[in-house]
């Protein structure tokens, strides 16, 4: 270890100013606080108001217009669409997006109607739409009376959560075919006026609506200028380009990859008022009367203006397994600090009179509900909402809450020194009862995490409480240790049926990521097995979660990503990354834009937890992992008390980037880290350099290295503080150093902008060949069976 006294270097992050004063939650800020040409990353449009579609995917039929481009000069030059009956059109945004539709209408005539179909996924784009509910493979269309001239849009409750595909049609027949259609757009609830938008007075005449309705055939026809979707997504947010953290590196896909995670956040957060998609589940409660295959989100899930749900299109609810991985995401991404409290609050509002905190938030927690992982995920969630917003008020208030719901799991630590899992609910995955690995890990966490939060309010429950959650955590570490396959080199499921020896022995991905994660292994060997071990078993896709068949998971790789970590394996989080979240931007049938809640072995975009694929969520907020894993993992930045008063950080380049840089920023200032490879001009040799920028007023400890040859601790003065060093990482490690703090092993402090570049010659390792995944097919009709698991609780009659 060495101390060393540091150079402070202004020239680093030159957008810094002295006094920034950090993000303040209750209103989060209308400009990106990290600007750079990273921003072209961001996938938030510039105006949510008013979201154009990019192109035309599909037209059929009785449609003219449509051979246009989408050009902003070329609508403003009178092309609009006209549709008759059998006319078809299948407009593509850019990204997924979720809102309500509008058109402005030049003309209509013998009262048409418009059928409206919306679908993520390229796959599902047509005449039916994908699916929020399960009883139907797909859900009904909209349909929507074109009544006048000017800006029509769709009724309140008709928002979209998200969807890349719009199909607006117009049926041959009065009377509906096939399915049906749903309700008229207009009416449940009532039909909005809304103001025409400023560039209505430009657009003009329209030639081809004008021309076109002159033909008095006695057939409805309708001619539209302009489609647009009126975002409601992230309501806290004026800007959803106002980022509060950022990603670049030399990776272009890494990139991608990282604001995808923080644009499917961003689609998952939403006005309270606007959720819940399960309306039959809803029918308990607010006996709505809506047909089969009918869609709507009007429930309200929780109280205050913004929360955090589990997806975009579905279910629109409070579900606090996703919180593990969505409330750091978006703590480095956009700060939406309010929608992870609102989400927190009805969760513990809702607590069970035996301190149990509900599977999830309304309308479910009414019947008991439960699920003893997604309990802890609720605790987990409660500390990061803690340690990135500093709130310590609010953790007053709901001490005594957490507290109780944390002796429900601890009491649940029986002889074999494990949780004993009482309820088979968790993410949809199988055989959640027993001894279970995965639940004991994450109260192993849990644990660690309780010790520090009760230290941050009450020093004295740290003597108190504090050692006997500690005695807990060695106990759980034994028994987990137990678990331990040596003849795998991996943790298997449980005590019982599933264990090392047992008949139906399941090595589980979420559970081995969590022994990881939590760093209960007992051992570095096991570690670096279970690391080494998962990485064996990924195919073509990414990473299968082998504890429920046939299925990819990105929330039980996302948790994968934290294991390898964990283990202290940086490359292989990376190249997993590059794999799957790369397979789920570009893979077929993706959005390329958010990432998906699950699927296929084969890589087909059906999640096996529910019958019809279209019913899959591409928005799914559990599946973000990368963005606050590249943040703690490669960068290194890891905030170890509330804001970042303290910090310690440690960057991992890994082998597959030659720079990484990025940052964010808490209410105490931005936290900001480049590494980056670099080569001498003078003598050709290659270095590593790290610049580290952080809060004035705050202290942390710097490792970096091998085997951490390098700790610095930096207490940083009023004027906070900018770091640069240097490290020798070709193969002649030499003895001899450079400039200023020469003393130490190959680390230097020292700006030497003249002699060294960046290394250009650096070249990526080449990624190994996988084969896809094989569909077993008749566990996988087994599983729509199961998958019922998931509902609790009186369903209404079909
Ligand atoms: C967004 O677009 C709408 C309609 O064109 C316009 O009224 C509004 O001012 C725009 N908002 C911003 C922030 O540019
Ligand atoms: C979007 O919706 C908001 C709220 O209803 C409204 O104020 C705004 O004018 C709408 N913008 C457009 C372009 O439709
Ligand atoms: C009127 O519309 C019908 C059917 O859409 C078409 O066959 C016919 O050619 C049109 N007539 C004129 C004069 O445009
Ligand atoms: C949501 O809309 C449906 C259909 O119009 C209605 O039955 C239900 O009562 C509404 N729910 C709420 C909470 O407004
Ligand atoms: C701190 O803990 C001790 C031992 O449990 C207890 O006697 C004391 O009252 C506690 N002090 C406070 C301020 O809560
Ligand atoms: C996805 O979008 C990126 C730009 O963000 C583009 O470069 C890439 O080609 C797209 N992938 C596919 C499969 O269209
Ligand atoms: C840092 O701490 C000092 C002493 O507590 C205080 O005077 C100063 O205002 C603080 N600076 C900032 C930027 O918070």
């Given at each position: 270890m060495y101390f060393i006294r540091l150079a402070c270097l202004g020239i680093l992050f030159t957008h810094s100013k002295a006094s920034y004063p950090g993000p303040d939650y209750e209103k989060l800020p209308?400009?990106?606080?990290?600007?750079?040409?990273?921003?072209?990353?961001?996938?938030?449009?510039?105006?949510?108001?008013q979201i154009l579609p990019v192109k035309i995917f599909n037209f059929e039929g009785a449609v003219s217009g449509a051979e246009a481009v989408l050009q902003d000069a070329e609508r403003a030059s009178g092309v609009s669409w006209l549709i008759s009956p059998g006319g078809l059109i299948t407009f593509e945004f850019a990204e997924n997006i979720g809102g309500r539709v509008c058109f402005e209408v030049d003309d209509l005539k013998n009262d048409p109607f418009l059928i409206l179909s919306y679908s993520e996924s390229p796959f599902f784009a047509g005449r039916e739409c994908d699916a929020t509910g399960d009883r139907q493979a797909r859900d009904l269309p909209l349909s929507f009376s074109i009544k006048r001239t000017g800006v029509n849009c769709v009724a309140p409750g008709y928002i979209r959560g998200a969807f890349k595909y719009l199909t607006v049609y117009m049926s041959t027949d009065d009377t509906p075919t096939e399915g049906g259609y749903w309700h008229?757009?207009?009416s449940a609830p009532q039909i909005q006026v809304v103001k025409s938008p400023p560039w209505y007075s430009r657009i003009g005449q329209k030639f081809l609506g004008s021309k076109s309705l002159?033909?008095?055939?006695?057939e409805p026809a309708v001619s539209i200028s302009a489609v647009w979707v009126n975002c409601t997504a992230f309501p806290s947010q004026p800007n959803g380009r106002a980022y509060t953290g950022y990603f670049d590196s030399s990776s272009s896909l890494l990139n991608r990859i990282w604001y995808s995670g923080a644009w499917t956040l961003q689609l998952s957060t939403l006005n309270p008022n606007e959720g819940g998609s399960l309306i039959d589940f809803n029918r308990n409660f607010d006996h709505n009367n809506a047909p089969q295959g009918a869609w709507y989100s009007n429930y309200t899930v929780a109280s205050g203006t913004a929360v955090t749900t589990d997806g975009a299109k579905r279910d629109r609810m409070v579900w606090p397994g996703d919180m593990t991985i969505a409330v750091p995401g978006i703590a480095v991404s956009t700060y939406d600090m309010l929608a992870i409290r609102n989400a927190l609050d009805v969760i513990y509002n809702n607590q069970y009179g035996d301190g149990s905190m509900p599977y999830a938030g309304p309308p479910m927690g009414a019947f008991g509900e439960f699920s003893d992982t997604y309990h802890l995920h609720t605790l987990i969630g409660t500390y990061y909402y803690v340690l990135y917003s500093g709130d310590l008020d609010w953790l007053i208030g709901r001490w005594a809450a957490y507290t109780r719901a944390l002796g429900v799991s601890i009491g649940k630590v029986d002889e074999f020194n494990l949780l004993h899992v009482s309820s088979g609910s968790d993410w949809n995955r199988w055989g959640m009862t027993g001894h279970n690995v995965e639940a004991s890990a994450i109260l192993y966490e849990v644990l660690k995490n309780s010790i520090q939060l009760a230290l941050w309010i009450d020093k004295n429950e740290t003597s108190t409480r504090g050692e006997a959650w500690s005695a807990t955590r060695e106990r759980l570490q034994n028994g987990i240790s137990t678990l331990y396959c040596p003849a795998n080199g991996m943790y298997s499921d449980n005590k019982g049926r599933r264990s090392c020896t047992g008949p139906e022995k399941v090595l589980p991905q979420d559970g081995n990521s969590w022994v990881l994660m939590s760093r209960a292994f007992t051992s570095q060997d096991h570690a670096n097995h279970v690391s080494s071990n998962l990485r064996q078993r990924w195919n073509k896709f990414g990473a299968p979660?082998?504890?429920?068949?046939?299925v990819m998971s990105p929330f039980a790789s996302s948790f994968e990503l934290l294991g390898h970590l964990g283990a202290g394996n940086p490359d292989a989080a990376v190249e997993l990354m590059e794999l799957m979240w790369g397979y789920m931007l570009d893979?077929?049938?993706?959005?390329?834009s958010t990432t998906i809640e699950g699927y296929r072995v084969d890589g087909y975009v059906h999640y096996p937890a529910y019958w019809a694929a279209a019913r899959n969520s591409h928005a799914h907020g559990w599946s973000s992992g990368p963005t606050a894993a590249l943040m703690q993992g490669v960068l290194g930045i890891e905030l170890t008390s509330p804001l970042g008063a303290t910090w310690k950080i440690e960057p991992k380049l890994t082998k597959w980037l030659s720079y990484a840089k990025g940052g964010f920023a808490t209410r105490l200032g931005k936290f900001e880290v480049a590494v980056e490879l670099m080569k001498s001009l003078r003598t050709g040799r290659r270095a590593e350099m790290i610049n580290v920028a952080v809060p004035s007023n705050t202290s942390g400890t710097i490792l970096w290295g091998e085997e951490a040859v390098f700790v610095t601790k930096v207490h940083t003065s009023t004027i906070g503080a900018r770091h640069r060093f240097w490290r020798f990482v070709d193969s002649e490690t030499a003895t001899e150093t450079e400039g200023?703090?020469?003393?130490?092993v190959n680390i230097w402090t020292s700006d030497m902008e003249g002699e060294w570049i960046r290394d250009e010659e650096w070249v990526k390792p080449r990624v190994e060949e996988r084969l896809a995944g094989v569909v077993d097919w008749d566990l996988l009709e087994e599983g729509y069976l199961l998958a019922g698991q998931k509902f609790i609780g009186p369903l209404p009659p079909p």
């Open positions: 209308f400009n990106t606080i990290f600007p750079g040409p990273w921003d072209s990353n961001i996938r938030a449009p510039s105006n949510k108001s008229d757009g207009h002159k033909n008095e055939t006695g979660a082998v504890e429920f068949p046939n893979g077929p049938g993706m959005t390329n200023e703090g020469s003393d130490q």
